[in-house]
């Protein structure tokens, strides 16, 4: 009977109706006519707060990257000067698990920098630098990144580390949505995040990288991308958020655990086509197989405790 009554929940709330749960963001634009790779996301108007869509943004999952957003709001809220030099050292490259890094161990660059290249190329120990920087160290830094959530009523959202490596680190659509909107007031997040391209000047040794923003949609004409960020680790799938002028609207548009790498890409342009016109095309057959895999997994999960 238990089984009997999961599968029917299942098949309820895996229609694509059920998944978008949002009005139309233009008369004629049907949520349902919009298919997306990523398994959670949600789109919001950034000046009224509306509501554009929504699909299953309530699932709590692994955020990657997008961690680097909110720690970039704990060290511009500190106050701490983006002239600082900052020094990276073997202590942080532990904190990233010696996760692979271009940056050598014991050169110098400019908190300013820093930040820049943590936000647009989502450089890992650049986050860990910033945290080890910070008075009190990580830890303080850490507790920092979990007030500053609680403050924006993220509710379910949890941080244990600043770079996001850590599947710990966890939030939902819905949160990270207000994460975004709070984000995009920053003008250093603004700048920083959208940076297409970037030539970092390290010292001691002297020596210089250069930087790619890991967001292709920056580069685009056809985009105007005010604030972004992605993200992926193994459990957290491909991520995206960004705040976005589409069809006049300003909006914040949040895609977490899309299948393929460019799939969060795939998927911003799928709502844009879908905002713009009412179509919102179609998805690989194997991202489709990927999604529903995941949100029955989920869907389970949650029936399965709720009949406890």
Not at 63 to 76: C, E, P
Not at 176 to 183: T, W
Request: glycine share 6%.
């Amino acid at each position: 009977m238990m089984k009997i009554m999961i599968t029917l929940v299942l098949s309820l709330m895996l229609s694509p109706a059920m998944a978008a749960g949002a009005a139309p963001a233009k008369l004629g634009h049907n949520p349902a006519n919009l298919q997306l790779a990523s398994v959670s996301a949600m789109v919001v108007d950034a000046d009224t707060g509306e509501v554009v869509y929504q699909k299953y943004s309530d699932i709590v999952k692994p955020m990657a990257s997008l961690t680097k957003v909110m720690t970039a709001m704990v060290v511009l809220d500190s106050k701490q000067s983006l002239r600082d030099i900052i020094r990276f050292s073997q202590a942080d490259r532990k904190a990233i698990n010696n996760y692979y890094s271009r940056i050598r161990v014991d050169s110098e660059l400019p908190r300013g920098e820093v930040l820049r290249l943590a936000l647009m190329s989502s450089e890992n120990l650049a986050a860990a630098s910033l945290a080890r920087n910070f008075p009190g160290g990580t830890t303080a830094f850490v507790a920092k990144m979990n007030a500053k959530a609680k403050a924006l009523g993220m509710k379910n959202t949890h941080y244990v580390d600043s770079s996001g490596l850590s599947h710990h680190n966890v939030s939902t659509a819905a949160d990270l949505v207000k994460l975004v909107g709070a984000a995009a007031k920053y003008p250093e997040i603004a700048e920083y995040s959208t940076t297409a391209t970037h030539t970092a000047n390290f010292s001691r040794p002297n020596y210089r990288l250069a930087y790619v923003n890991t967001n292709s949609l920056v580069r685009y004409k056809r985009w105007d991308v005010a604030m972004s960020k992605t993200g992926y680790l193994n459990e957290a799938g491909r991520c995206l958020v960004m705040k976005a002028n589409v069809d006049g609207r300003s909006l914040l548009f949040v895609m977490l655990d899309s299948f393929g790498k460019t799939s969060p890409i795939g998927d911003a342009g799928r709502i844009k086509r879908w905002l713009e016109s009412g179509k919102g095309g179609t998805v690989a057959s194997a991202a489709q197989v990927y999604q529903k895999k995941k949100v029955s997994e989920y869907l389970a999960g949650r029936t399965t405790a709720s009949i406890r």
